[in-house]
């Protein structure tokens, strides 16, 4: 008799920790599928990104993002929800001017090296580009 409770004891011990384990696990899951996802799409954009116009790329991939952005952002904790609301909010108001084919080929920066003045360089589109990828990317994770 004493031999059957101590297997019933060992069967339930063994089925909440069980349990315990498959609730970790699903908790856990719940809240990494859609950041890897979102992981995905970033890397997808970069390897998409058009090396001939920034600009148009970038007014193509501004609903994507949104809706990216939108359907992660339940998943993450504060901090990652203001890191990602506040790239979002630059990513989506970058300037045109900034993302003209001109500034890529280095041009400009060959003629801001020439100029002793301390101003901050202008970035490359892509360096831009890539920049807020980056950053969407950290704030993901």
Same mark, same amino acid.
């Given at each position: 008799?004493?031999? %059957? ?27 990494? +599928? ?10 997808? =954009? ?20 949104? +809706? ?11 901090? =990652? ?11 989506? %108001? ?14 400009? =920066? ?5 100029? +002793? ?25």
């Amino acid at each position: 008799m004493c031999d %059957t409770i101590e297997k019933a004891v060992f069967m339930v011990a063994g089925s909440v920790v069980s349990g315990l384990v498959g609730l970790i696990l699903f908790f856990y899951k719940r809240k990494r +599928d859609p950041k890897d996802s979102f992981l995905v799409f970033i890397a997808m =954009q970069r390897r998409s990104i058009d090396k001939h116009n920034f600009a148009i790329w970038h007014e193509r991939s501004r609903p994507e993002f949104r +809706d990216s952005v939108s359907r992660v952002y339940p998943f993450l904790c504060l901090p =990652q929800r203001a890191s990602i609301d506040d790239t979002w909010r630059e990513y989506d %108001t970058i300037p045109d001017d900034h993302l003209e084919q001109d500034n890529e080929s280095g041009t400009v =920066q060959e003629i801001e090296a020439l100029d +002793d003045s301390k101003l901050p360089r202008t970035p490359k589109p892509s360096e831009i580009l890539n920049g807020f990828l980056d950053r969407f990317e950290k704030a993901a994770k």
